[in-house]
């Protein structure tokens, strides 16, 4: 397509407003695009130019927010990081991201997926409390051990893969591949002692064990974060902690705060003296 | 009147079968899924086959055994052992991989994007190879025996 050449192409978009509607419905807009519109441009255009009350989530507009999640052409994107190239086609369905309620037109109600995220303790534990209130150092890592967890440090919440699970299709209390890809974040990081909380909660029913793998979370996650990948790492904890064969490494320990450090080679005083 | 309420959108079981633009690991678990319904079923229609038809004497069994000696039941047959093949292959790759052997490490997502399971298709497609082979070999050894 010639950068400057407009096309004209249909977003057919399922409308659903809970004041009117019973059931969703679909309307179809016609969109003027070119090499290089995003979904999301032509979202913003029937909203300014065709359509007001059409509902849709955006914020940062570069994939890095997750707000504008939504199944396009039956698959799920992110709107602001997707071309209407891509499809070579002159019509775009887009649908509001499934396995999640409605709140109105393409607007997901995303809490089920932040109470699980927040089920899972996604934060570091540890036993020095003191340590944690009033941070005195911060804990020593090496980059083997920051490469068993950076991948999936990556989360951005968008709820994709929520979208893409089987799993979470039908069993609406399934912790879903973004809270458990995250128990398996904290756990492996080296400066975490929470691993046996965590464990208590993912060994439960409609958790770690309901993963049937069909990894469609990890092809759709727009960010890499492989939450599948996560989650078997996780069974596999899970499995040898009952086998008592996991194997269990001291938890990182504090740096020297930096006030009492020395330097590892001796740095010359100054022979000049400074103006 | 509508319900003013968020409308639920749960795909239910149709998110088991629909596949959307998936590659092929979704539609093994959907074959997986498919293969061990009807191993189930076939499961129970073969009990109720050397039981009930059985204990009630020589006549019915052997009457019930020439009624299903025919080509559409041996094609069933075939099914069967080829579904079969396919359960019990997938299903120990699934338990190889499910327990995080077989996947390699996380590794930093740099686009464009990889997951361990599709770097990795090559145990899959070795496993699917397996499964060909058998099923190959099942279907010779009923067109030789006949399916009549």
């Known amino acids: 397509m010639n950068n400057d050449a407009v096309k004209k192409i249909t977003f057919r978009v399922q409308r659903f407003d809970p004041e009117k509607d019973r059931k969703p419905h679909f309307q179809e807009f016609t969109v003027p695009v070119k090499r290089g519109t995003t979904v999301m441009e032509g979202l913003l255009y029937i909203k300014e130019n065709l359509d007001s009350s059409l509902a849709f989530r955006t914020s940062c507009r570069m994939g890095v927010c997750g707000s504008c999640g939504m199944l396009i052409n039956e698959y799920p994107h992110l709107a602001c990081?997707?071309?209407?190239?891509?499809?070579?086609?002159?019509?775009?369905?887009?649908?509001?991201?499934?396995?999640?309620?409605?709140?109105?037109?393409?607007?997901?109600?995303?809490?089920?997926?932040?109470?699980?995220?927040?089920?899972?303790?996604?934060?570091?534990?540890?036993?020095?409390?003191?340590?944690?209130?009033?941070?005195?150092?911060?804990?020593?890592?090496?980059?083997?051990?920051?490469?068993?967890y950076l991948q999936f440090t990556y989360c951005i919440k968008c709820g994709l893969c929520i979208a893409a699970c089987p799993t979470s299709a039908s069993d609406k209390a399934f912790l879903g591949p973004q809270a458990l890809g995250q128990a398996y974040r904290y756990c492996a990081d080296s400066r975490d002692e929470g691993q046996d909380f965590r464990y208590a909660i993912v060994e439960k029913d409609h958790?770690?064990?309901?993963?049937?793998?069909?990894?469609?979370?990890?092809?759709?996650?727009?960010?890499?974060?492989?939450?599948?990948?996560?989650?078997?790492?996780?069974?596999?904890?899970?499995?040898?902690?009952?086998?008592?064969?996991?194997?269990?490494?001291?938890?990182?320990?504090?740096?020297?705060?930096p006030a009492l450090a020395k330097p590892k080679i001796d740095v010359p005083e100054f022979t000049v003296e400074p103006k | 009147m509508a319900d003013k309420g968020p409308h639920q959108n749960y795909l239910g079981m149709w998110g088991w079968v629909w596949g959307g633009n998936y590659k092929l690991e979704r539609y093994?678990?959907?074959?997986?899924?498919?293969?061990?319904?009807?191993?189930?079923?076939?499961g129970l229609f073969?009990?109720?086959?050397?039981?009930?038809?059985r204990v009630q004497g020589e006549a019915i069994w052997s009457s019930t055994i020439s009624f299903l000696d025919n080509p559409l039941f041996r094609?069933?047959?075939?099914?069967?052992?080829?579904?079969?093949?396919?359960?019990?292959?997938?299903?120990?790759?699934?338990?190889?991989q499910e327990l995080g052997f077989a996947l390699g490490k996380p590794v930093p997502p740099i686009y464009p994007f990889t997951d361990a399971i599709r770097r990795k298709r090559a145990w899959t497609l070795?496993?699917?190879?397996?499964?060909?082979v058998l099923a190959v070999a099942f279907f010779i050894d009923f067109t030789v025996r006949g399916w009549g």
């Open chain 2, 75 to 96: 094609v069933g047959e075939f099914l069967v052992v080829a579904a079969f093949s396919y359960h019990a292959l997938n299903g120990l790759r699934l338990i190889i």
């Open chain 1, 207 to 257: 958790a770690v064990w309901n993963c049937h793998f069909a990894a469609a979370c990890s092809e759709a996650c727009p960010k890499g974060v492989d939450p599948a990948l996560g989650i078997q790492l996780l069974r596999k904890g899970v499995a040898a902690k009952a086998l008592g064969i996991k194997k269990t490494a001291a938890p990182a320990t504090l740096a020297t705060p």
């Open chain 1, 81 to 148: 990081h997707t071309q209407v190239e891509e499809f070579h086609s002159d019509k775009l369905t887009l649908k509001p991201l499934p396995n999640m309620a409605i709140i109105k037109d393409l607007v997901p109600k995303l809490d089920t997926l932040f109470e699980h995220h927040k089920s899972v303790k996604p934060y570091i534990i540890r036993e020095d409390k003191e340590e944690m209130e009033k941070p005195t150092a911060g804990y020593l890592q090496k980059p083997q051990q920051l490469d068993e």
């Open chain 2, 46 to 53: 073969h009990l109720t086959v050397t039981t009930i038809f």
């Open chain 2, 28 to 42: 093994l678990y959907l074959l997986h899924r498919i293969t061990g319904l009807g191993l189930l079923l076939f």
């Open chain 2, 126 to 132: 070795v496993t699917l190879a397996a499964i060909m």
